[in-house]
């Protein structure tokens, strides 16, 4: 799948089969909220993103309303990855059960957070948002952070 971001002028590709894994993880923790974190690389250009893999915190709360992952443990997993694969850490998904993938205040301020974090090397991180069912995917919607804005991807 191929989405491009028109006030960026950049492109995220992802596979279909890789978006349907983050999904059923999704429906798989329906009716409460869940996440991870997003892995993958960049174009020499950095015009392209390419989503390779995700990661599963080893902590988290998940409510129908509210999802927090721990980032405990995660940089020695980043390092490893950055080691052997050449991949990153490039932003965050979770889920929005019964819902719209539209982003919350609490899903902004998140994203603010994760790119002024001295800990993080990316300064224009990307949010996935699932809308969920019981029992499918009803809509996922990419967006790219830039100056405390998260602008979708079509």
Not at 24 to 52: A, C, M, R, V
Not at 131 to 152: C, D, G, H, M, R
């Given at each position: 799948?191929?989405l ?6 950049v492109e ?12 059923q993880?999704?429906?798989?923790h329906?009716p409460?909220?869940f ?7 960049y174009?020499d250009d950095?015009?392209t993103l390419?989503?390779t ?20 443990g995660?940089?020695s997993?980043?390092s490893?990855?950055?080691k052997i694969k ?6 965050e998904w979770?889920?929005?059960?019964n ?7 609490i ?12 800990s ?13 069912s019981?029992?499918k995917l009803?809509?996922?919607t990419?967006?790219?952070y830039e100056n405390k ?6």
């Amino acid at each position: 799948m191929k989405l491009h971001n028109k006030h960026r002028n950049v492109e995220l590709i992802i596979n279909q089969e890789l978006l349907e894994k983050i999904s059923q993880l999704g429906i798989d923790h329906y009716p409460n909220e869940f996440g991870g974190f997003l892995i993958g690389k960049y174009s020499d250009d950095y015009n392209t993103l390419f989503i390779t893999d995700y990661i599963l915190p080893k902590s988290y709360k998940g409510s129908r309303s509210l999802f927090e992952r721990s980032a405990k443990g995660t940089k020695s997993l980043f390092s490893k990855l950055f080691k052997i694969k050449k991949e990153i850490y490039v932003g965050e998904w979770h889920t929005h059960p019964n819902g719209s993938t539209r982003y919350s205040d609490i899903d902004l301020r998140a994203m603010i957070n994760i790119e002024s974090s001295p800990s993080v090397n990316i300064k224009n991180p990307v949010l996935l948002i699932l809308s969920v069912s019981e029992k499918k995917l009803n809509q996922a919607t990419f967006y790219i952070y830039e100056n405390k804005k998260l602008i979708p991807y079509e």
